[in-house]
């Protein structure tokens, strides 16, 4: 089970920092990713983190604004500086299980949070 928190309403150049909880297995043999899905757009991979929280990677077109990291037991973070009102979007974490993440491919990912909304205003 994934449980994804720390969504919320912010002003352009702000910050949040959400939280993606695991239970019921172990992030030693799974690795997990964020994704996000804008109004009106696909769904797409922004961050993820090899199994026992190892490698990170992001989205080439981000600048830098998102860090990835994990409290290396149950919860991956996903740090958003600078917010931006295009990045409005649920976000998503998933996990796959494997040693390798996925930002292209959700379709690898075994389940998935429920999701939380993030709105930026100008």
């Known amino acids: 089970q994934l449980q994804a928190s720390g969504g919320g309403s912010v002003q352009a150049g702000g910050s949040l920092r959400l939280s993606c909880a695991g239970s019921g297995f172990s992030f030693a043999d799974y690795a997990l990713g964020w994704f996000r899905r804008a109004p009106g757009k696909e769904r797409e991979g922004v961050s993820c983190?090899?199994?026992?929280?190892?490698?990170t990677y992001y989205k080439d077109s981000l600048g830098g604004r998102f860090t990835i990291s994990s409290d290396n037991e149950n919860t991956v973070y996903l740090q958003i500086d600078n917010l931006k009102p295009e990045d409005t979007a649920v976000y998503s974490c998933?996990?796959?299980?494997?040693?390798?993440?996925?930002?292209?491919?959700?379709?690898?990912?075994?389940?998935w949070g429920q999701g939380t909304q993030v709105t930026v205003s100008s």
């Open positions: 983190i090899d199994s026992n929280f190892g490698s």
């Open positions: 998933a996990v796959l299980y494997g040693s390798s993440c996925s930002l292209s491919l959700d379709i690898l990912y075994d389940f």
